[in-house]
């Protein structure tokens, strides 16, 4: 039964089904160490269905419930209230749809890991973006913040999902040349996505741009072509 929950609520729910023999690997596959991207950050050892089903449970939990939980210093709450977020967005009118999004740019400090931008940004910054300017995504694709770049880029399969290619295309052109590879996995990813849809489009796009592209970002874009084609992008044959 769906019910709403308040934040001690919800943090004991998702403790109550944590395991924490997995937070040490959980540590090492986010990158928690010091100097890494994630620098940090705390795990109490969730698994991701696990989370979901919490979410699901508070499913009807009231949106200043997520804001605050969004500020946690555990990524797996960060991760319920990005969930969290996406169901109030699913069922708000346009302009409670405007205030999530709005929220959401206002706090990406919380939105601080792949799979944090990974699991929510298409959902809420391109599902609201899909009708609209999408200005807002350049300024990110500039920031100086990885995880802003990232947001970017990402929001762009909501858009995807339609054949609407020219802003993720003009996006990964912009990040081309970023220095983290995780914006190289990002941008090969969409690549690949815009292919499967339309190859062509995606193969102007490579003609201009593959003898500059991380090696990281060439082979994610490439990785559903036929053998043959694959080697000559790879070769620098194309």
């Not at 690997?25 to 795990?43: H, I, M, S, V, W």
């Not at 508070?58 to 990524?75: G, M, N, Q």
């Amino acid at each position: 039964m769906t019910q709403k929950g308040g934040v001690a609520q919800i943090k004991q729910a998702l403790r109550a089904v944590a395991e924490s023999d997995r937070i040490n690997d959980l540590q090492r596959y986010f990158k928690t160490g010091p100097g890494e991207y994630a620098e940090g950050d705390k795990f109490i050892g969730l698994r991701v269905p696990a989370v979901r089903a919490v979410v699901k449970q508070f499913r009807a939990t009231e949106f200043s419930v997520v804001e605050k939980l969004l500020a946690s210093p555990w990524h797996e709450e960060r991760l319920c209230a990005l969930l969290l977020m996406i169901e109030h967005f699913k069922r708000a009118d346009e302009k409670g749809r405007e205030r999530i999004y709005r929220f959401y740019l206002n706090n990406t400090d919380h939105i601080n890991n792949w799979d944090l931008v990974d699991v929510s940004t298409h959902k809420i910054v391109g599902e609201f973006l899909l009708e609209k300017e999408r200005k807002p995504l350049y300024k990110l694709a500039r920031s100086k913040k990885l995880w802003e770049r990232r947001i970017a880029i990402i929001a762009c399969f909501a858009f995807i999902r339609f054949k609407d290619f020219d802003d993720a295309l003009k996006l990964s052109a912009i990040l081309r040349d970023d220095d983290h590879d995780l914006i190289h996995k990002a941008v090969g990813w969409v690549l690949r996505e815009i292919g499967k849809r339309d190859r062509k489009a995606e193969e102007v796009f490579l003609k201009e741009h593959y003898q500059k592209m991380p090696r990281t970002m060439l082979r994610y874009a490439i990785e559903q072509f036929p053998e043959a084609r694959r080697k000559a992008y790879l070769a620098g044959r194309v």
